[in-house]
């Protein structure tokens, strides 16, 4: 039978960034089908765009090799040994698998470990799959992270979106690895994992059935594929060094939709951690954005004065003009020493890196675009200025959603001191941002928040709180020609 390529992709494995292969096997489910997962999963990859316009990047600017897929038997230690020695020959590469059932991550991992010593597992799933046995098979895609603990060790796996199991699978995901429930890791272990090589293996089955109804096990009230996405980008900063795409079942999935959302999900999350290496053109995407940052932005005050940082050139960025800024920071200067800021709508993070410069304790960054979030590091590590910042890949509705949420939850953490935000120009969003953050729990007493907005941009003298004692209210105004910042605060 023909093997169709996953977005007609055929580089030579010599000169290719990333090798893509399937695995096509079944051995434990309940269903059968999912051998012919990874050749639905290509076919429905050819009705996708090669661009990422979330990530503005695009699989034609990369060397991809579709390796095609292992020839299994029905035997399943030999079929683990057949994956393990492939995955062992790819040298150098990034790893794509596509299956299948889950056992084959066992031996996929087994193949990886050799190389990566140290290697760390996250895990997006609807279950925690660490049965020691199931049905008397210790291989199975019930057991396959348990045999995976075996291989990394205790405290390596990271298990997310975690909704099912065996009481005695949870007790063992809370006791050796990381189990929850939750689908993003915290900053505090997202930079913890910074540097380690890490491998990423996703159930297609933590989708909800609504959105992917075609798996082997299907589990109620399961996550939507923007959040599985958003969860994926939040990843782009770790050493990814391979991930896996299984439990497709063509034949339970009306319309083969869930290989759609499957094979996009793998177009996103090669373009999120290696859309930047091996350009086919000749430039990798570092270059290419080299190109791109004509403007450079000088940090006017503080310990990092006169630096330089970068700013894309593109229509979607509106970098704070430098007189607009000086002006900021002089009426700010009693409030941004030892201030803990929230920047919103981030853009270069020139707000939050002068702040920071400025003697502010720490600064978190807001910007959905995955691009400029990258170039908010990169100019964070020009300044030295890293281990002061977070930055968040959200809206800024859902970060402000989560903050407040997370606020909630932990009493020690106290409000931010500034919050400032730059929305793009007449898109109706500056006032609708300023009644989510008045109805959040975000603003420390005393707390200040600057809105920068356009002149024909309207702002109310008021802004309602979480109760009719705590609205925030318009204090001042200042306008630069077409530009005008709007200060409130808590009544």
């Excluded at 348990?146 to 298990?159: A, D, K, M, N, S």
Aim: hydrophobic share 40%.
């Amino acid at each position: 039978m023909h093997i169709k390529k996953f977005l007609d992709f055929e580089a030579h494995l010599d000169e290719a960034t990333v090798a893509l292969l399937g695995a096509p096997f079944e051995y434990s489910v309940p269903r059968t089908g999912l051998a012919d997962g990874p050749q639905n999963i290509r076919h429905m990859s050819h009705l996708l765009e090669s661009y990422s316009p979330r990530l503005d990047r695009s699989l034609q600017e990369m060397k991809l090799c579709d390796l095609g897929g292992v020839t299994f038997g029905r035997d399943i230690i030999e079929s683990m040994r057949l994956i393990t020695e492939e995955v062992g020959t790819i040298n150098n590469k990034k790893v794509v698998v596509i299956g299948g059932e889950h056992t084959v991550t066992v031996g996929v991992v087994e193949g990886l470990k050799e190389k990566y010593p140290e290697l760390v597992i996250i895990q997006m799933d609807a279950h925690a799959d660490l049965r020691n046995e199931y049905e008397g098979k210790k291989y199975s895609h019930a057991c396959v992270m348990h045999r995976c603990l075996e291989l990394v060790g205790p405290e390596r796996i990271y298990q997310l979106g975690i909704r099912s199991g065996e009481k005695e699978e949870f007790e063992l995901g809370r006791q050796q690895c990381h189990l929850s429930s939750q689908l993003r890791l915290d900053e505090v272990t997202l930079k913890k994992l910074q540097g380690i090589p890490i491998y990423l293996t996703i159930d297609i089955d933590i989708l909800d059935p609504a959105y992917a109804p075609g798996v082997s096990v299907p589990e109620p009230c399961g996550v939507s594929p923007h959040e599985l996405f958003e969860a994926i980008y939040s990843l782009s900063g770790l050493n990814i060094i391979g991930f896996d795409m299984v439990e497709v079942l063509p034949s339970h999935d009306p319309g083969q939709i869930t290989a759609a959302i499957a094979a996009k999900i793998i177009r996103e999350a090669i373009l999120t951690f290696w859309g930047g290496i091996g350009g086919s053109h000749g430039d990798t995407e570092d270059a290419e954005r080299e190109k791109r940052c004509n403007t450079m932005i000088r940090i006017s005050g503080g310990i990092a004065k006169g630096k330089k940082i970068k700013a894309l050139d593109t229509m979607s960025t509106r970098p704070t003009l430098s007189r607009v800024k000086t002006s900021l920071f002089d009426m700010l200067v009693n409030r941004v020493k030892d201030a803990v800021i929230l920047d919103l709508y981030s853009g270069t993070g020139n707000i939050g890196i002068e702040a920071l410069s400025r003697g502010a304790k720490r600064v978190i960054f807001v910007e959905n675009n995955v691009a400029q979030a990258r170039l908010i590091k990169e100019n964070l590590m020009i300044v030295k200025f890293l281990e002061h910042a977070d930055i968040i890949t959200l809206t800024v509705s859902e970060a402000i959603q989560m903050l407040d949420k997370r606020m909630a939850r932990d009493k020690n953490m106290t409000g931010f001191d500034i919050i400032y935000l730059a929305p793009p120009f007449l898109k109706g969003l500056v006032w609708s941002t300023i009644e989510a953050i008045a109805k959040s729990n975000l603003i420390s007493p005393g707390g200040l928040v600057g809105a920068e907005h356009h002149k024909k941009e309207e702002v109310l003298p008021l802004a309602e709180g979480l109760s009719a004692t705590d609205p925030l209210i318009h204090t001042k105004q200042r306008r630069y020609g077409d530009i005008v910042i709007s200060f409130y605060e808590r009544g």
